[in-house]
């Protein structure tokens, strides 16, 4: 290990160890390359976890083809029954088996650069008390088509520290701020068994929000870095779990059901944050009765705009 990869900002202050979770289902064409990202690491005190969500038998075969070539650093596991449980379940199953303080996850299609750990794990020894570390995401067009621009596109806030729950006032699904991707993400273990892992109820038309309902879980109690730094790819193709949901026409239904977990979820918790709450209704409001919003917030912006005209006249 280079003892120049890190900032230690303690004299006392050891390595973090990190453990990657990697689910992977079907994406065979991709998942040695986002493997062989993870082992390209400048940070090189690390675990992989690769949790079989009874993938394809060509994605089985790499993934136990790694744990043989890297025992003791890259870790195989799979459900009872070598069931499909869902990207949650799979997600949480990474985390119970995880030796590390902190826990990055990476989907089994995407990518990171080379400094991303480093980078990030500095984050959290220069500023004490952090619970999660996100960053911006480059939207991955190129891969398949050279001749398409990629995107990057940063966590909707500032580069900053944030404490709960200013995110949610901030960021998607609640407001306007493009939320983090997963593969941009490290947390600590702690606040992610603190608040339960992943909510293994978004399942079929659902699963594609049981990453929101696990950010907004943090949002709501733990302290949030957002990064500008930009490490990891977010691979765009037709296969994956958003884009068969929004081309299955699931979208309303799906969003629907996290604004009704959310609801149950700030109950059960005692959250009456004002702000929260309000947001909440707006969206429920604007999901159930999408035209007569629409017409609302036209009428509202003419009104806005004959106020500004008389103000000014």
Not at 80 to 88: D, I, K, Q, T, V
Request: hydrophobic content about 40%; aromatic content about 12%; charged content about 25%.
């Amino acid at each position: 290990m280079d003892k120049n990869l890190l900032i230690v900002t303690k004299p006392d202050n050891k390595i973090p160890f990190v453990s990657v979770v990697i689910p992977f289902y079907n994406e065979e064409e991709f998942l040695a390359e986002t493997i062989d990202s993870v082992i390209h690491q400048e940070y090189e005190n690390w675990e992989a976890i690769l949790i079989d969500d009874n993938g394809s038998e060509k994605c089985t075969a790499i993934a136990k083809a790694y744990q043989e070539k890297y025992p003791g650093k890259i870790v195989y596991a799979d459900h009872p029954n070598h069931s499909n449980r869902g990207p949650a379940a799979t997600r949480n199953l990474g985390i119970a088996r995880a030796k590390g303080e902190l826990i990055a996850f990476l989907d089994a299609d995407d990518v990171w650069l080379p400094n991303k750990l480093k980078q990030q794990v500095q984050l959290f020894q220069q500023h004490p008390g952090l619970s999660m570390v996100c960053e911006t995401s480059t939207y991955w067009y190129s891969w398949e088509n050279a001749a398409r621009s990629d995107e990057n596109i940063a966590v909707g806030a500032e580069p900053n520290v944030y404490q709960p729950p200013a995110l949610v006032r901030r960021l998607y699904p609640l407001s306007k701020g493009a939320a983090p991707c997963p593969s941009s993400i490290v947390l600590t273990k702690e606040a992610l068994l603190r608040h339960g892992g992943f909510e293994e109820s978004f399942v079929g038309f659902s699963q594609a929000y049981e990453d929101q309902a696990f950010l907004i879980k943090i949002y709501l109690h733990e302290t949030v870095y957002i990064s500008d730094a930009c490490n990891n790819l977010y691979r765009q193709r037709a296969g994956s779990a958003m884009h068969r949901m929004l081309a299955g026409g699931n979208y309303p239904k799906a969003r629907r059901y996290f604004l009704q977990w959310l609801q149950n979820y700030l109950r059960e918790n005692g959250i009456a944050d004002a702000s929260v709450q309000q947001l909440l209704k707006k969206a429920i409001r604007e999901c159930d009765q999408p035209f007569f919003y629409r017409l609302q917030k036209r009428v509202f912006n003419k009104l806005k705009q004959v106020m500004q005209r008389v103000k000014f006249a």
